[in-house]
């Protein structure tokens, strides 16, 4: 299982890492949320991976660390919000110049 | 247990939705609804750090759960004084946006600015790394609110970058704070600079990591070089007193290096020493010189002061990177009177442009109310590029002093001062540009006479500028309170041992138990 969530941390990070570096917003938004879930993931299995076990302390000896998973819900929460509001701006900008490059527009240095 | 600690969080977080929800269209009730708030926050931060002045450690626990357990909010010295200048910075650039009228150029400005100040308070006080996430989230996406406020074109484009920017900033903080939670199993500040001591010296390489990558987080925060791209565009499209807002968020990051690498990570820590000391120096080096030298490159006079913004950061950052109680010392003489400059700049931009087509530095009839300008931007161009009379001159004194012993002597006066030399080149070509050669230009006839900016903005920049001159004038206490703060920074057992000795609810629960880890 470690190697299983492992891998897909590392392939999310990877995709997400490469749409981050392109040009245009639409696949640079993509890519952020790619790496959003892989820190998502990241983070849940920072309180180590436990299977059937319940997050709060009973008499059982087992137990899964239930702050990692509160850790994830408000990362969730945050990263859902930021992702709407930066394609919000990017449509914005996109519809205001014709243009959904990243960079700066050529025509700003030309002035 | 009392609640003043809190209230520098739950004012703006009370005052921002009655503004939206109560006095919508009504922009006056607005305006007197935001400063009152802003005034009592200032009389709160003062009671706060006068209540820490004398070395004492306030502490809140939220629910009262006790420390590792529960989250906390921490005042020493330190965060409450960083509060105070947040919120005095905050009470000159709202009175600003209210005489400038830039608050009416689009919806909400009043709110997201309360929560703005809701965020850089939060991030001041907290004790826990995930909390610190948190109100850094809650600072950007008020920021982002603002930084777009009033729209166009070329200020959502650099909107874009700005908000991608930062979300690849958080991202990477959420990887740290995993790797940090899997290597100690907590988060709590006081709690992880006692569990990183016992990290086994075979096991460090994920705190290792963990330290160095929040480290890159506050580097992207406070614009050090290369981490500073996202800076020049967003504040030199944002709205001028917005822009002058922003000059405490660097700052932001600046503190949380200063509050991690003295405490959970301090210098002297083995698990994590070489890892940031060889690069850190070099990398607020060539902050001060790369801004500075966009300070002489630059052809308009909004990048001019986000270029300055950045010099201005790798020259807080050049003392901080000693970690030396010296060093930080001087850093935090130099943080009051960075965010002062940066803001009063930004200000004064703002008054150029009110009365031209652009901002480029090109000779163009004088601006309205071109003479009260041209003062309050000869005096704030000298604080900034650190000329005596002005603080700017006595924090770089410090800076050189802190840096003298060191084995980086000669490369931190070397930069410093030729850093100097360019900045102030730099900042007279646009003063003169601007200021001196306008007046052999006489006003295209059709021009419509612009009004000179209003009173009130006057007295705003003004204020800030005042504050500078006072900055000098009180240099003595001002250093010596300084000091006192490094002090207490490098002695951090009084902070440890109030967060996690005075009780709560689960303060006599058996601690966690370390086989789980």
Known sequence: MEILVASAIGILTAGGLYLVLRLRTFPVIIGISLLTYAVNVFLFSSGRLIVGAPPILTDATIYSDPLPQALVLTAIVISFGMTAVVVMISLGAYLGGNDDHVDEPVAEDAQ | MTHWLILPIILPAFIAPFIVLAARYQIAIQRVISVAGIVAMIGITFGLSWQTADG????????????????????????????????????????????????????????????????????????????????????????????????????????????????????????????????????????????VDLVAPSETAGIRIAAVLLLLVF?????????????????????????????????????????????????????????HGWWLLPAALLSLAIGMIGVLAARRLDRLVAFAVIGSMGLVMVPISLFTPAGIGAAIYYIIHSTLAAGALFLITDLVRAGRANLDLTPQA????????????????????????????????????????????????????????????????????????????????????????????????????????????????ATAYAASISEQLFAPDAYISTVLTTKGKLSDAPKKDEDSQ
Do not use: C
């Open chain 2, 56 to 195: 004492s450690v306030l502490l809140y626990r939220l629910g009262d759960w006790a420390a590792p357990f529960g989250i906390v909010l921490v005042g020493d010295r330190l965060s409450t004084l960083m509060a105070l200048l947040t919120a005095t910075l905050a009470l000159f650039v709202l009175l600003y946006a209210i005489g400038s009228k830039w608050d009416e150029r689009g919806w909400h400005f009043h709110a997201l600015f309360q929560f703005q100040i809701m965020g850089i308070m939060g991030a001041f006080l907290t004790g826990d790394l995930f909390n610190l996430f948190v109100f850094f989230e809650v600072l950007l996406i008020a920021s982002y609110g603002l930084m777009i406020h009033a729209g166009g074109t070329a200020r959502l484009r650099a909107g874009v970058q700005y908000v991608l920017f930062n979300l690849l900033g958080s991202t990477l903080f959420l990887f740290a704070l995993g790797a940090i939670y899997a290597e100690t199993g907590t988060l709590n500040m006081a709690d992880l600079a006692q569990r």
């Open chain 2, 219 to 275: 580097a992207i925060k406070a614009a050090v070089v290369p981490l500073h791209f996202w800076l020049p565009s967003s504040y030199a499209e944002a709205p001028g007193p917005v822009a002058a807002l922003f000059a405490i968020m660097t700052k932001v990051g600046a503190y949380a290096i200063i509050r991690i690498y003295t405490m959970v990570f301090p210098p002297d820590l083995a698990a994590t020493a070489g890892l």
């Open chain 2, 366 to 477: 004088p601006v309205a109310g071109a003479n009260l300008t041209a003062a309050l931007f000869f005096i704030a161009a000298i604080a900034m590029a650190g000329l005596p009379p002005l603080s700017g001159f006595v924090g770089k004194l410090l800076i050189l002093d802190a840096g003298f012993d060191t084995p980086y002597m000669i490369w931190i006066w070397a930069v410093v001062l030729g850093a100097s030399l360019i900045s102030v080149v730099g900042f007279s070509r646009a003063g003169s540009v601007l200021f001196w050669k306008a007046n052999s230009i006489a006003p295209a006839d059709d021009a419509p006479a612009a009004s000179p900016p209003s009173k009130l903005s006057y007295v705003a920049v003004g204020g800030l500028v005042s504050l500078l001159v006072a900055h000098t004038v009180f240099a003595g206490p």
